[in-house]
């Protein structure tokens, strides 16, 4: 018995030792390497969906500022997952970990201005041991196309409303007007600006000691860029542990396992026998793609891509998604009908489209506040023009500070190709019946009659999209704030565009306790819902054609080859934008902002 006694004895010291240990000397460990994502695209055949979404990550910095027994986090960046929107979007949750007592670490082996950006909400900036520094301001290229167009014998022909619009000119001038000049400008002086603040914030420097320290952080080595100040310090991957030994002691141990994720676990059918998978295969067939509400819910209904009439689609012309205004109509419809959704943000990110098309889904939004549920929105990297023109149907607007808004205006054009034919060598013969037939042909640019007649309905559509805008905004100034200008964040708010600098995280935390829901009282629901396995292998086997799987694989490659040219997020801007542009081959007036921005 003594013996017994003597064994528990010394099983609760080693209990309460590794108790202690376990307190004392945790430190997390993150792995960024994979992409991150809004949310998560239908799978493919029976594959689960890769990558993390946005808010797991959230969630995952919260729970470890949570955590009292971990002391500290280390984030090794391998591959920088983020943009510069999500990295404003997790920056909370961040700030929450240091304001826990905990120090967050991070360790890359080569920064550039997404690794310093995210730094900025840091306590050390570890690089490893011959690797480079890079901080660079932010650049700008536009092309005007106008000259090099008409040697080929195109011409263009565009008509725009909002003299700051600026959506004309890439194609029909060789240099920018006055008021686009100012546009852009101002635009860019806000992204650099809200850039050198967060930075000036984290490092504890003024704004010109990091203009300073960018002018001397081009692939600079460990010993330029720790003189900065904007690198703690340089160490070997094989000694980090050594080095952080000195802050949590010889005996500190990592948790690694602390990601959250909300991925619904796919069943492999390869570990699985012939009549074990048979009947998996049975079962997807009949559950749907969600189980159904069962306790209250925020919907969050993803505006992201080309705005265009009919049904959404997951790759359009350029291989980026659209968003359908009959897709949108029916995902509103549905929501009004569920009791239990007690509220909604409508998440943007759109350059904008078809002009009819935005006016439909801002007519679901006015009908679904109409039922009584409140509306909110939520920007994210931008909500530019038809983007725009839905927003301002929510009851309040959220963006991210390097989020891009306005673009308040329309545009309406064609290319006239007969001179092309010509120098081809192309006799071209249009025929035509009937009055206006040759509004949409592509032979040559519009008459001073056809023009006037779109420039009139452009403006019946401007003045529509201003009384939307209007009745969203009250007491927003439309001399300041229209006629196609775009902004970032702080001048947004200033002008009365959206009501509050955050991200998507704030937006439903606000909304729900607007509401009086617990944070740990509700779930949060995307719409559209992703695609049933049924649904899924109809559109997989039931209407392919071979001139489909041949448009398919061309338009991958060219995605592809985009992607890797671009980079992803700048190539999915560019194809939202080229994907938007393409309504004016059956629209007569489109709203869309003036062309892809891309800033590097």
Known sequence: MRRINSFLAAAITLSAAAATCLAQNRVGYLTLEDSVSERHATAGFLSAPSGLLLRDVISTFESIANDSNLKGLVIRVKDMPFTRTQIEEIAPALSMIRASGKKIHIFTENYGTLEFLLGAHADELLMQTGGSATLTGLYMEELFLADALRKFGIEPSFVQVGDYKGADEMFAKNSPSPQWEENINGLLDGLYHAMLDELAKGSGKTRGQVERAMGELFFADGARAIATGMITAEIDRLDLDKHLAKRYGDDFIYEDDLWVTSAEEKPDLSKMGLFEAFGTIMRMFSEPALPDISRDTIAIVHIDGAIVDGESSPGGFFGESTVGALTIR???????????????????????????????????????????????????????????????????????????IGSIGVVAGKMGIAGLYEKLGINAVPRSRGPRSNMFGGLEPWTADERALVRQRMIETYDLFSTRVRSGRPGIDLSKAGEGRLFAANRAVELRMVDAVGGLDRAVKDLALSIGLASDAYELRDYPAPKSFEEMIEEIFGFVRVRDIGSELALGAVNEIGREVLGPQAWRNLASHLEAMMQLRDQPVVLTAPRAIIVR
């Not at 009584?372 to 301002?392: L, N, R």
């Open 330 to 404: 029916e995902v509103l419809r549905e929501i009004e009908e569920e009791p239990l959704i007690r509220g909604v943000i409508i998440r943007i990110d759109s350059p904008g489209g078809s002009a009819t098309a935005s006016e439909a889904i801002w007519q679901g939004i006015d009908r679904l506040k109409a039922s009584g549920k409140p509306v909110w929105v939520s920007v994210g990297s931008m909500a530019a023009s038809g983007g725009y023109y839905i927003a301002v149907a929510g009851d309040r607007i959220y963006m991210n500070p390097s989020s891009i």
